[in-house]
């Protein structure tokens, strides 16, 4: 079983920066596509973004496009979600989620991903 563990997040005003890390258990890090999600209080989980086991290919949420930057470390089992020019609309507690080989074309879906993490509360003051 793959343990994700997130961190990094906060409270930041507008217009700040914060990155979230999460950090996977186990050798196979290197093979799973990885996502972040978030969910607003009374929303349902949303796709953020994505980024392929070999990463090179990224996928944005329009919102977060130009803003938001999803990168990975495989040597640090770590995956990362730099969020610049944060908005309020941006407040949500973030989840990242892994997605073993064979690798789904959907990364948007949250069904594809089959480890989660237990997620980081990102809150933006206006």
């Known amino acids: 079983q793959v343990q994700l563990v997130e961190a990094g997040g906060g409270l930041v005003q507008t217009g700040g920066s914060l990155r979230l890390s999460c950090a996977a258990s186990g050798p196979y890090f290197r093979s799973y596509a990885m996502g972040w999600f978030r969910q607003a209080p009374g929303k349902e989980r949303e796709f953020v973004a994505a980024?392929?086991?070999?990463?090179?290919?990224?996928y944005y949420t329009d919102s977060v496009k130009g803003r938001f930057t999803i990168s990975r470390d495989n040597a640090k089992n770590t995956v990362y979600l730099q969020m610049n020019s944060l908005k309020p609309e941006d407040t949500a507690v973030y989840y990242c989620?892994?997605?073993?080989?064979?690798?789904?074309?959907?990364?948007?879906?949250?069904?594809?991903?089959?480890?989660w993490g237990q997620g980081t509360q990102v809150t933006v003051s206006s």
């Open positions: 989620a892994a997605d073993r080989p064979p690798y789904s074309d959907y990364v948007a879906g949250m069904a594809e991903y089959d480890y």
């Open positions: 980024i392929s086991w070999n990463n090179a290919s990224t």
